[in-house]
């Protein structure tokens, strides 16, 4: 619905912006919208991240109060641990909390989960640390990008 009249006609008057409302910026807009082109990609972009951080939190609640079994193993939270583990080969869950700025009840439950579905294997070290990796050094990183943000739109 792009025809002005038309949406006048459902939602009464429309306001008429000839400047972008970004904070700062005095870019002239056309057909009376609220964002130059630039800032329209942040402002959907921003939304973007805040609900997927609203999301993000709730899962980590939801870990927190329930333990491993709460774990959704393709959820942000689960790919940042493992994230973290691709990145370093391996990890104790008092490290990747530490890196990761996430409670260490949390990663654990995390990891618990990614041993249980198999994606996971633990070791003890020498030191009786008990680290996590891969159980398959040929893990599909791929798999576990499914579903994140998508990248900024460019600038034009
Ligand atoms: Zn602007």
Redesign the pocket.
């Known amino acids: 619905m792009s025809n002005p009249v038309a949406i006048r006609e459902l939602f009464g008057p429309i306001a008429k912006h000839t400047?972008?409302?970004?904070p700062g910026?005095?870019?002239a807009?056309c057909e009376y919208k609220p964002?130059?082109?630039?800032?329209?990609l942040e402002m959907l972009y921003a939304s973007h991240v805040a609900k997927k951080s609203d999301d993000y939190d709730a899962e980590i609640a939801d870990v927190a109060a329930h333990g491993w079994t709460s774990v959704d193993e393709g959820g942000e939270l689960a790919r940042d641990v493992m994230l973290y583990v691709h990145d370093y080969g391996v990890g104790s869950a008092e490290k990747i909390a530490r890196e990761c700025l996430l409670d260490v009840k949390v990663v654990q439950s995390v990891c618990d989960a990614l041993l249980e579905i198999g994606v996971f294997r633990s070791v003890t070290t020498k030191r009786r640390v008990v680290v996590y990796q891969f159980a398959d050094d040929d893990f599909d990183m791929n798999s576990i990008w499914k579903g994140r943000l998508p990248d900024p739109m460019p600038n034009n």
């Open positions: 400047s972008c409302t970004f910026c005095t870019t807009t964002f130059c082109p630039e800032h329209v």
